[in-house]
Nanobody
């Protein structure tokens, strides 16, 4: 049984940092690209950042470039999203997902990551 479990969300003030974790089990983790996605209230699910299985190729949405950093540790079967300089507009439920796709702007979208996805962790940025 494939499981992806996110953790690390919370309520923080603008300008703060959070690190989200995504622990995977039940799949050959180092074969899969990992993506982080988010859904804000009243909005569609959107791609935040994706990382390839082994060569470290990364794509990040323009809205988070320079503030969010995706990484992974294949030995621990865990992916991370370091979020710095958080803004109120970053408030959303954040999901991690796994897929056998390239990491490009075209593929770092929810429709390619629908098979294996976690339950999400809430991030709220508010003063």
């Amino acid at each position: 049984q494939v499981q992806l479990v996110e953790s690390g969300g919370g309520l923080v003030q603008p300008g703060s940092s959070l690190r989200l974790s995504c622990a995977a089990s039940g799949l050959p983790f180092d074969f899969y690209a990992i993506g982080w996605f988010r859904q804000a209230p009243g909005k569609e699910l959107e791609g935040v950042s994706c990382i390839s299985s082994r060569d470290g190729t990364i794509y990040s949405a323009d809205s988070v470039k320079g503030r969010f950093t995706i990484s992974r540790d294949n030995a621990k079967k865990t992916a991370y999203l370091q979020m710095d300089g958080l803004k109120p507009e970053d408030t959303a439920i954040y999901f991690c997902a796994a897929a056998l796709v390239p990491v490009t702007p075209q593929y770092c979208t929810p429709k390619y990551y629908h098979d294996y996805r976690g339950q999400g962790t809430q991030v709220t940025v508010s003063s």
